[in-house]
């Protein structure tokens, strides 16, 4: 069983640009969801994403936006970078409605620069 | 979902039972507590989930009051391994919902 992959692993961007990050869900879990996590803070929801809907947002601007893929892997798409958008994001992959554990990939750290 | 409380700090010896606690007051009857941990530089890892009953399995013990305003999740061998950030989350068990991260617990094992 697979776990829930993260790519890139790290990526430097400048104010302004835009980022793509990806994410492949594990195995059975068709729910994606996507947090951002400051330095010294704990997550942060963005969105989650069910049957390639989303089904849930945090306190994001629009210009934090995803996609969800049939095959139930991720996308999180941020325009406009800010100084303030450093910071390590986390995709985590569930299995709706049976209870289970989110499981968490590594993350992706970003630094806009 | 519902806020928790926890202390920002603990230090526990290697070996010896870890137990942390975490206040949620204002749980509702449907509301589950997760907890979870983070070792540095690695995303979030699920521990454990429970409702009312004292659940056990193979990372830790989760022990919830009677009338559910709190919780402690027992590590009963810490190892330097669990040095790690604890946090406790309670949230409804349904779809769409999100988990709610406070500032958790940082647990320091020491040889």
């Known amino acids: 069983e697979t776990g829930v992959t993260q790519s890139p692993t790290h990526l430097i961007k400048t104010r302004g640009q835009q980022v793509t990050l990806r994410c492949s869900s594990q195995?059975?879990?068709?729910?994606v969801s996507w947090y951002q996590q400051a330095l010294g803070q704990g997550p942060q929801f963005i969105f989650q994403?069910?049957?390639?809907?989303?089904?849930g947002r945090g306190n994001f601007p629009p210009r934090f936006s995803g996609l969800q893929f049939p095959n139930y892997s991720s996308e999180l798409n941020v325009n406009a970078l800010e100084l303030d958008d450093s910071a390590l994001y986390l995709c985590?992959?569930?299995?709706?409605?049976?209870?289970?554990?989110?499981?968490f990939g590594s993350g992706t750290r970003l630094t806009v620069v | 979902d519902a806020k928790t409380t926890q202390p920002p700090s603990m230090d526990c010896a290697e070996g010896r039972a870890a137990n942390l606690p975490c206040n949620h007051s204002t749980i509702s009857g449907n509301e589950y507590v997760y907890w979870y941990r983070q070792i540095h530089s690695q995303g979030p890892q699920y521990i454990i989930h429970g409702l009312k009953n004292n659940e056990t399995n193979e990372m830790a013990s989760l022990i919830i009051t009677e009338d559910r305003k709190s919780s402690t999740l027992i590590l009963p061998h810490a190892t330097l391994r669990d040095t790690a950030v604890y946090y406790c989350?309670?949230?409804?068990?349904?779809?769409?919902?999100?988990?709610?991260f406070g500032g958790g617990t940082r647990l320091m094992v020491k040889p």
């Open positions: 195995s059975g879990h068709n729910t």
């Open positions: 985590a992959s569930s299995q709706q409605g049976l209870g289970y554990g989110y499981t």
């Open positions: 989350i309670v949230r409804f068990n349904n779809a769409g919902n999100m988990l709610t």
């Open positions: 994403y069910y049957r390639e809907e989303e089904n």
